[in-house]
């Protein structure tokens, strides 16, 4: 038997980070991976635009007037992963490249999650960090962040 090789921490976050590289966004790649208690990927996910809009059609700018920006537009990572599971999300986990905005909270929340395993939280100091924490903490959802970085072996037990 081997004994180096991946966590599934680092695998988990790997398929978010792979699923991340879909990504068309050219300033933020988000990707999720939801697992269910038997440690099966249940549905994955990245931020993107609704199936039929075309990329090359809509704006991907951060700035100017709102309409003309990429947020009214983009569907978040955790939302495309909880939309294409394939399975009740009861009780499992999502792996989230960038830990979930005030939106994406409370999709997490009604679909059942219980876990989130996040690797950046470079947003934590913004109003919607502080309002997703605040429905986590009330939804009694379980938060870790993990440092994976790039995928490498690692001595596990």
Same mark, same amino acid.
């Given at each position: ?6 966590? +599934? ?6 398929? !978010? /980070?792979?699923?991340? $590289? ?5 300033? @933020? ?9 038997? /440690? ?8 993107? $635009? ?9 704006? +991907?700018?951060? %700035?100017?007037?709102?309409?003309? @920006? ?6 978040? !990572? ?6 294409? !599971? @394939? ?9 989230? @490249? ?16 219980? %876990? ?10 913004? %109003?919607?960090?502080?309002? !997703? ?11 870790? /962040?993990?440092?994976?970085? %790039? $995928? ?6």
């Amino acid at each position: 038997m081997r004994d180096v090789y991946i966590s +599934w921490d680092q695998y988990f976050m790997g398929v !978010a /980070k792979l699923s991340a $590289l879909r990504s068309k966004d050219p300033n @933020t790649q988000v990707g999720a991976c939801i697992i269910n208690q038997d /440690k099966r990927i249940v549905g994955i996910g990245y931020n993107g $635009l609704p199936r039929g809009c075309a990329d090359d059609v809509f704006p +991907w700018k951060s %700035e100017g007037e709102y309409i003309d @920006t990429k947020y009214p537009y983009v569907v978040h !990572a955790e939302a495309n992963a909880i939309l294409n !599971a @394939t399975q009740n999300l009861k009780g499992s986990t999502i792996y989230v @490249t960038l830990f979930p905005c005030n939106e994406c909270a409370k999709l997490i929340i009604q679909s059942g999650i219980k %876990e989130i395993v996040f690797e950046s939280d470079k947003y934590k100091d913004s %109003e919607h960090f502080a309002a !997703a924490m605040k429905m986590f903490k009330a939804a009694n959802i379980n938060l870790r /962040k993990v440092e994976v970085g %790039e $995928l490498s072996y690692a001595q596990t037990p």
